[in-house]
């Protein structure tokens, strides 16, 4: 049986699956800059959750 992954991420995991500091991740999401396809986040209080499955396909 396989591992079970939480569905949504914080910054900081999805910074480590994207391979760059968070605060990168930040101004990728905020200036639309992102050198791929950036799943959009959704909110939780002042943090985001990123869509586990959809970092994996979005990155380089």
Do not use: Q
Not at 1 to 7: F, I, K, N, V
Not at 38 to 50: A, I, V
């Amino acid at each position: 049986m396989s591992e079970a992954r939480p569905p949504w991420v914080n910054t900081n995991a999805a910074a480590r699956i994207v391979s760059c500091h968070p605060e990168v991740l930040r101004r990728w999401h905020r200036t639309g800059t992102a050198p791929f396809r950036l799943p959009e986040p959704k909110r939780r209080g002042r943090e985001f959750l990123w869509d586990f499955e959809e970092l994996l396909r979005a990155t380089w």
